[in-house]
């Protein structure tokens, strides 16, 4: 694409401090991938040892070891304006505020290249500072946007929430929704042999949520709700897969509701997406969420969804067509809209197919890659 601009070959560096593979380091992965696939160079940049760094090797992709070593990390910096120096990026792309911050210090070094960052989040850590610490952070931050070439938002609900906050001017915030390329289900197990393997009853609708178990993810409103829509003659079996601080209380509730026979913690598990190809209906009950890449993952297996209309998800689901939304700590109208699909398998069905519809039309990462790739080249040629 940048050929078609006449532009020449452009480098990209994608560059995260983290260690983990969690849902910001794989949204690098899969765009470093599509970046590829359309004829830009691209790099990512991250510590080592990391998931990710094993990833992008594995991949074949580049990858540039930088070590994680304090907030205004001086080798960092030193790397990146080398690298901006030589010519061998033209792009920082960075994803968190220590990296944003080591981008902007080395392009105002190098006096040379562009930095471009991504928020994730709906209200990142410095968001919710006081005091004397959320000043000096907040004057940081002013002068680290003033650096930055552009920003990425991964849903508008992202965006909005940081020109609120006065973060950016909505003209240098540009939404681009998560993308991800099409799921490889060569290996999964039979659905009927995860389905054995959980203890999924005969006959019964099996409905998965995946999610930390912290208190913004709200699995008590699904363990509320779950209890509330359950019929001997309609059994319903719901699995949650995710740990996190609230497992224990988690369990209490449910023994509490005497539901035990059908709502399963399942703790950490590397097979989420397996899961997910057996069940009949995803729910996410979040109280808010940035995005929601689980909810496309489940739209790409052409499962229903029914998630909270907060946030991403208001962004994902076209509600009454590609799925269900939901106010959010609403446990009555969350049972009600699990009923009303379990009652009526061909609506479920009808959804399943229309948001798999949806993922490919609005949701690979070949969508995201050329809408990013877009952005790269106004911000090379402003």
Request: include cysteine; aromatic fraction near 4%; charge should be neutral.
């Amino acid at each position: 694409m940048f050929e078609r601009s006449g532009l020449p070959a452009v480098r990209v560096l994608l560059f995260s401090d983290a260690d983990v593979f969690a849902g910001t380091e794989r949204h690098m992965f899969d765009l470093a991938n599509g970046l590829k696939a359309n004829g830009v160079e691209a790099a990512i940049a991250s510590p080592t040892p990391s998931k990710l760094e094993e990833k992008a090797v594995a991949g074949g992709i580049q990858h540039i070891v930088i070590q994680k070593q304090g907030l205004i990390d001086k080798a960092a910096i030193s790397r990146l304006t080398e690298l901006l120096k030589s010519g061998e990026i033209d792009i920082i792309h960075a994803h968190n505020g220590r990296t944003m911050l080591s981008a902007a210090l080395a392009v105002t070094k190098a006096k040379k290249g562009k930095a471009v960052a991504t928020q994730h989040f709906l209200q990142p850590d410095h968001a919710a500072r006081k005091g004397p610490k959320a000043v000096i952070f907040a004057a940081a931050h002013r002068w680290v946007s003033g650096k930055l070439s552009h920003y990425v938002a991964i849903s508008d609900a992202v965006r909005d929430a940081m020109v609120a906050r006065n973060e950016a001017p909505a003209s240098r915030v540009t939404t681009i929704h998560n993308g991800m390329p099409p799921i490889n289900t060569s290996a999964f197990l039979q659905a009927t042999e995860v389905r054995k393997a959980l203890g999924v009853p005969d006959g019964s609708v099996f409905i998965l949520c995946a999610a930390r178990l912290e208190k913004e993810k709200d699995i008590s409103t699904l363990i509320k709700a779950i209890s509330s829509a359950y019929r001997p003659d309609k059994p319903i079996f719901c699995a949650v897969a995710g740990t996190g601080q609230l497992r224990e209380q988690l369990q209490s509730e449910i023994q509490a509701l005497g539901a035990e026979a059908y709502i399963h913690i399942l703790g950490f598990r590397d097979d989420v997406l397996n899961l997910m190809s057996a069940c009949d209906l995803f729910v996410l009950p979040s109280l808010a969420e940035p995005f929601g890449l689980v909810v496309i993952e489940a739209m790409a297996l052409g499962k229903a969804v029914i998630c909270t209309d907060a946030g991403g998800p208001r962004e994902i689901v076209v509600n009454g067509s590609t799925g269900i939304l939901v106010p959010p700590a609403d446990p009555a109208a969350l049972a009600k809209a699990i009923s009303g699909l379990v009652n009526n398998p061909d609506e479920m069905a009808i959804m399943a197919s229309a948001g798999l519809a949806r993922y490919n039309s609005q949701f690979t990462a070949q969508r995201m890659a050329h809408e990013m790739i877009q952005l790269y080249t106004r911000v090379l040629t402003s």
